[in-house]
Structures are given as C-alpha cells and as structure tokens.
C-alpha cells in the first residue's frame, strides 16, 4: 500500500497509475476510450499506466470530471487548426 503523499510542489508528485488503471476499469473505459476522451493516442495512456511517463498534473480534475458526467466546457465552440492532426 502506497502512502498519499501531499506534495509543496504539486508538479513534484504524480497519481499512482495503478490506481488510474483501477479507476479507469471501475468507470468500464478501456484504454482506447480514454484516450478519445482525453484526445491523446492510446500510446500515452499506455505509458502513465505502465509507468513510462508520469500522469499529468490535472488528470485528478478530468477523472472527477468524467465521474459526475460533466461535459467540457466549450464543446460547441471548438475550431479546426490548421496543420493539426487528432493525435498531437
């Protein structure tokens, strides 16, 4: 069992990816499906839950977000950019 750990710098600590895995199964999403909720590639959910890379910052927000069956605010007023690609 790991210990919660209440940095001074938030940017020093990162959420558990086991327990990221264990909510992410809890809410019935796989990995794909947070990932398009996320718009990230499945590539970076793969490496927070293997541990390659360290959750970001704001993950805590979108999963309580994505809990309470919020929507983003703004949805209706996004803008295509040019160059862009859905993986970026």
């Known amino acids: 069992m790991t210990t919660a ?14 327990y990221f895995v264990e909510w992410r199964k ?3 999403l796989t990995q794909q499906a947070i990932a398009d909720a996320l718009s990230v590639n499945i590539s970076a959910i793969k490496k927070w839950e ?23 605010v ?3 007023h996004m803008i295509e950019v040019a160059g862009a690609s859905s993986d970026d």
């Open 74 to 76: 703004g949805q209706g």
């Open 26 to 28: 809890a809410q019935g």
């Open 50 to 72: 293997g541990g390659a890379r360290k959750l970001p910052p704001y993950i805590g927000y979108v999963m309580a977000a994505i809990e309470n069956g919020l929507e983003p």
């Open 5 to 18: 750990v209440t940095p001074r710098n938030p940017m020093a600590a990162t959420l558990d990816p086991a």
